[in-house]
């Protein structure tokens, strides 16, 4: 036989079978503390045990010895089935059970059987009748088996395989993300499986011989292969099973569980709607392939986002059209099972667009205001009192001019600050027509500034086809909004012009109001139809700080602008989820193109 080519095989394979544990034992003991690890290490020791002693057990001849022997290869056989067991429950997210009183009773049958086994020549549980029966050229025994001994075997089995029962149900519940692991652990259990029950019941040709320690060589391969290639504690099925628990597939907010190594484990419908992409995309993918934190997750520079506190950060996204960009404060937190040890982390992102805008519009509120009418103030006190004092003085009408220019500009600002108190208010969406309100905007403006030249242009404007469809023109929105947007960047063009234009031969206050509409790419993308408002001056443009200002997001004492014109255009557009460009035109003035988007009725 080609066996006999091996001396003493049986003790070979065991004894392979044995340091095979300890190997995978060492390999994984960097991984202490995650679920199931501290278990596994206990499966090693449990198999290490019962193929090294019987291993060398094969390679002994004293009957005391090799009774020993065989009650230490016992000692594994009774507590794999139970190491492996807790290893099952915690690595698949049920470490509440591994402390509850059942399976505290099938560690008391462990106990207890252990003590059989140090007494069994008290008792014969375990065996009677024990005896050398050589086979192979090794040290094999045969001995009647007493009820314990079955029992045990029975019982290990059944808590194999449930053991196996919960990893199969972890591969069928969670798909792909766990499906190596889990199949090559629980494969790894049945060739050591089958050949312990067919050893207890004398099943073969020498039935003295067990091969069970043998089998645990291909066990070690596929438990070896889970560890490394299948990275089998970096993402582990807990992690999943914790999330369930939240319920997050029925908040509003969008929630996304990540493992311990960052990587996408699951996210809820709304997650998947803020990342734009399906759960079946990014799962086992590192969140920041999606999206741009302001924080790193579980960091390691003071622990920012570890959970304890939970770190909570702005993001800006853009939430498609009709939305426009949304402000979500992210919050991290660590992701526990039952026993309280970490295995992940929930990272949710709570919409707080509304209550960003209003922090804003509020904080410029108070400091535009404050600042404007504060000097304004001054500027009519201090010419009334010049007045007071010298009523016959050349000056005078420059005086008063400057009086009436100054109490104007209160009255604007007044004007505008009603207009921020209106956009703070929800109002509700309705079914506006953008160029009848356009037009009225621009027919406003030449009727309070007759000396001004406003022309009006584009699809809808001069000259347009009065059979096209009213409804192309049509969209819901906040018509107050709206409004807002196109009346204050009409007259920041007119207010702000110095009379040195370069369109009217006088040099006169020139605006240009051109309506269109850009049609969406019909290629699947989602990419809405979008009507484009352009409103052109040829006056002294825009002073950079203002412009910067108003993207910043902040007055500053030093950095202010002038007034709310611009910042009414952008509360305005943020309300409707329109986009504002402001660019220099040639040869002279200022282009704001206002990008509206177009939603239809529902």
Known sequence: ???????????????????????????????????????????FAAQATWCLSYGVGLLVTDPTL?????????????????????????????SDVVRSRLFAAVVGFGLLSTALLATNPLHGAFWTEFGMDPAFGVSTVSYAFGLWAYLVVAVETVLVASAVFLLVDT????????????????????PPGFALVAWTLELGPVPQLQLAPLMFVPHMLLDAYAFDRAEMFDRNPTTSRAAER??????????????????????NPAAETLLGVDAETARDRPLDAFLDLPVEVGGSNGERGDGEGGARETVEVDAGAGAGRRTYAVSTSSLTDPSGTRVGYTVVFSDVTERERRRQQLEVLNRVLRHNLRNDAGVVRGYGELLADRLEDPELARMA????????????????????????????????????????????????????TVELGGERGAGADEGESARDWTTRVRADALRAVVENT????????????????????????????ERGEDDGSGEADRFVLTVDDDGPGIPDHEIETVESGRETALEH??????????????????????????????????????????
């Open 490 to 517: 009409v007259e920041n063009a007119l207010v702000h012009h110095d009379g040195e234009g370069v369109e009217r031969d006088d040099g006169g206050a020139w605006v240009r109001v051109t309506l269109g509409r």
């Open 1 to 43: 036989m080609a066996l006999d080519l091996v001396p003493a095989w049986p003790a070979v394979g065991s004894l392979a079978g044995g340091a095979g544990a300890i190997g995978l034992a060492l390999a994984i003991r960097e991984h202490r503390g995650r679920p199931g690890v501290d278990w596994f290490l206990g499966v």
């Open 401 to 452: 001019d400057a009086i009436e220019r100054r109490a104007g500009a209160l009255a604007a600002l007044g004007e505008k600050a009603g207009t921020v108190e209106r956009l703070l208010a929800d109002a509700e969406t309705s079914a506006v027509a953008v160029d009848e309100l356009v037009g009225n905007v621009v027919a406003d403006a030449r009727d309070r500034d007759p000396d001004a």
């Open 246 to 267: 939240t319920a997050i597939d029925d908040l509003a907010d969008p929630i996304v569980a990540l493992a311990l190594d960052r990587r996408v484990v699951r996210l």
């Open 171 to 190: 591969l069928l519940s969670y798909g792909p993300l766990y499906r190596r692991e889990s199949a090559a652990v629980a494969l790894s259990s049945l």
């Open 66 to 94: 090799r009774t020993a022997l065989e009650a230490t290869t016992w000692l594994g056989i009774v507590w794999t089935g139970i190491a492996f067991l807790g290893f099952a429950l915690e690595y698949t997210g049920r």
């Open 561 to 602: 602008g002038s007034g709310l014109g611009l910042w009414v255009v952008a509360w305005g557009a943020a309300a409707i989820g329109a986009d504002v460009d402001y660019a220099e035109r040639e040869p002279r003035g200022t282009t704001v193109a206002v990008s509206i988007p177009v939603v239809d009725e529902e």
